[in-house]
């Protein structure tokens, strides 16, 4: 565990929490609001309050990957039948793929900062709000070779001051789902710049971009 990861402990479950990772997307809280106190001081995750089928359900549903589980029985979370990468409308890179963040297993679940201005990156912390980030979650497709095979690991490689470099079988999603790119290597834009977006163009070099 990185430190950062609160557990809490039910009979048949452990759910952890990564507060660094949420995006206070709040589906959590909405979604199973008996297990997932919103507002409350203290604990605030009681994990035998629901059943443990549609908690598991809940936590993946979870996008920025700061919700996951350890089930007592051993089943684990189902890797994702094909690795996706959504584009947020004016926010982050919502990925959802059996992935390697910068050489790590990074689970199948996260939000990635495409806007530049995170001080979490590579993660999403929303400062894209803030900053006032403007980019289409619909751009159009690009025409290319179909995929033979959707799945397998996706290496995503955060380049310093640069691009996220990503490798293995991804389909690039629009807001609303409609397949943008099918790739097997890309290098996306996260200093919110390119006028290729999503797809790097140079241009962090021109802005002076720093990733750290
Ligand atoms: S990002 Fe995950 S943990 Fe954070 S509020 Fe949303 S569902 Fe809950
Ligand atoms: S990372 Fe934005 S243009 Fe290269």
Redesign the pocket.
Known sequence: MDGETERAEGKDIAVL?NGKR????????TQDPAT?LADVDGPWIIPDATDIEYLCGTIR????G??TYERRDGQAEPVPPANLITLRENGPYAVRADFSLDGERGGFRATLCRCGASKNKPFCDKSHKYVGFEATGEPPAKKGPELAARDGLLAIEPEPDGPLQVRGNLEILSGTGRTVAAVQTARLCRCGASKTKPFCDESHSKIGFRSA
Do not use: N
């Open positions: 929490f949420c995006i206070h997307a709040r589906f959590c809280v997932f549903q979870c996008p920025s700061a919700l």
